[in-house]
């Protein structure tokens, strides 16, 4: 089902490259879950390989992948390894939707493009313990003051993927005297950056989601990357359906084991193997069912975005429904995806029966880290109140 969604030589080319780590990503990932070790090794080989920049424009040194193109290797990698999907996920996320809104100041964007050439890695910092998801509009606790021609910040961010690894943090503060949030770019060894290693959860255990301590970090004035300014309340973000994509890999892994089982797993009360059963076939059927629903969502909105921005580049200017329509989009495949991803999981631990349950069976692993899923943004009632607003707004209008 995958292969209708692959449409180019560069996408093939690509995903062959990525199958020379799938041995190996598999091999490892039990032992990154059971230690909950994060995986510097597949980091250092993805940015070797230069999957770190595949969302870099060609012209930056890049190779100017569209959202489209990026969530097919998403996909795959998600399938050997979650969580080093997801904690490279961030940076390929973040690159892409950097250079296509062009947010930084050229100089500032330009200098950050031969970091990520030379396999920089990045992710935004944002969560915090008690504003929980920046998503749902709470002010950070982190504060930025300046001082003189300096930014001086103090705060803690939780959940920051990658923590381990990262070379930057795009991390949100707020600036008191301003009253107004603002994205500051922090290089790891800038001196009053810590990493508290606090990440202790049953899913996606590999991935560092650590926090991030800043006590007294000084900043250049040209460290203020971004200062958000969403007049319409939203942000128009395809490059989020990174995070789903990597579900959806870890999904199509459960699949693929359960099939493999149902293929040779041969009980003696049948003959044959288990895949001859009626009760075996219908849950295979509704898995590909729950895929084939996912992916048209997951390409499908990727598509509509890309095609959405090609025509902003040739001139054209979003309308506000235009904007919001593909926002939904977004979001319903991130919602599609990711509950879809926890059914698959669900069924395929029904064909294999109680060894699904064994410490030592995948299974078990890919169970927990589908949970994560929910609670990447935008969560499902965020989604499903937006679908409800906008056509509200739309009847309003005709
Ligand atoms: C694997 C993983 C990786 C992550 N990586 C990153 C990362 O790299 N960087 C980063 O910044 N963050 C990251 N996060 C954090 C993530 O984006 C969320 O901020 C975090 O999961 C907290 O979201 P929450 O919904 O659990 O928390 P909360 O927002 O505290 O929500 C808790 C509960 O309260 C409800 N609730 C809270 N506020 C409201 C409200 N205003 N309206 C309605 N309901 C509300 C929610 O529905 C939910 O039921 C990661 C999370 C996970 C699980």
């Known amino acids: 089902m995958k292969s209708l969604f692959i449409k180019t030589e560069k996408q093939r080319n690509w995903l062959e490259k990525l199958a020379l780590l799938e041995e190996e990503f598999k091999k490892n990932a039990q032992q990154i879950d059971e230690q909950s070790a994060f995986p510097h ?19 930056l040194g ?3 992948f569209t959202v489209y193109d990026a969530i097919l290797l998403q996909e795959t ?5 979650g969580s080093t999907a997801l904690s490279i996920g961030w940076t390929v996320l973040t690159v892409g939707e950097l250079y296509e809104n062009r947010y930084w100041e050229p100089a500032k964007l330009t200098a950050f493009a031969k970091e990520v050439e030379k396999g920089a890695i990045i992710n935004r910092a944002v969560s915090e313990a008690a504003t929980g998801s920046p998503i749902r509009g709470g002010r950070p606790g982190t504060i930025a003051k300046r001082n003189g021609e300096n930014w001086v910040i103090n705060g803690r961010k939780s959940y920051t993927t990658g923590s381990l690894e990262l ?5 949100s503060a707020w600036i008191e005297d301003e009253e107004k949030i ?7 060894d800038t001196p009053g950056v810590a990493i508290e290693e606090t990440w202790d959860v049953i899913a996606m255990r590999g991935t560092g989601s650590h926090d991030l301590v800043l006590n007294e970090v000084r900043l250049d004035a040209s460290d203020l990357v971004e200062v958000p300014n969403y007049t319409t309340g939203f942000k ?6 990174m995070i789903p994509a990597t579900y959806l890999g870890i999904a199509q892994a459960a699949r693929d084991y359960a099939i493999q089982f149902a293929n040779t797993h041969s009980p003696n009360s049948i003959q044959g193997t288990i895949a001859s059963l009626p009760n ?3 849950l295979l059927g509704e898995i590909e069912l729950e895929l084939a629903q996912a992916r048209f969502s997951l390409y499908g909105a990727a598509q509509s975005y890309v095609e959405l921005k090609n025509k902003e580049r040739n001139g054209h200017t979003l309308t506000e429904i235009e904007s919001l329509v593909i926002v939904n989009a977004v979001n319903v495949a991130k919602h599609a995806v990711t509950n879809a991803a926890i059914t698959v999981v669900d069924k395929a631990m029904r064909i294999v029966g109680a060894k699904s349950l064994q410490r030592t069976n995948p299974l078990q692993r890919y169970y927990r880290d589908v949970r994560a899923g929910l609670h990447n943004p935008p969560m499902d009632d965020i989604t499903i ?3 409800a607003e906008l056509v509200l707004h739309q009847n309003k209008q005709s």
């Open 167 to 171: 070379d930057y943090f795009l991390t």
């Open 236 to 241: 128009l973000n395809g490059w989020l359906l």
């Open 77 to 81: 990698l998600g399938s050997y390894d």
């Open 62 to 64: 890049g190779d100017g």
């Open 385 to 387: 109140k937006k679908l």
């Open 41 to 59: 090794a597949h980091i250092q080989k993805l940015r070797d390989i230069g999957y770190t920049k595949i969302t870099l424009p060609k012209d």
């Open 182 to 188: 603002g994205f500051f770019l922090i290089h790891k």
């Open 280 to 282: 075996v076939q219908a």
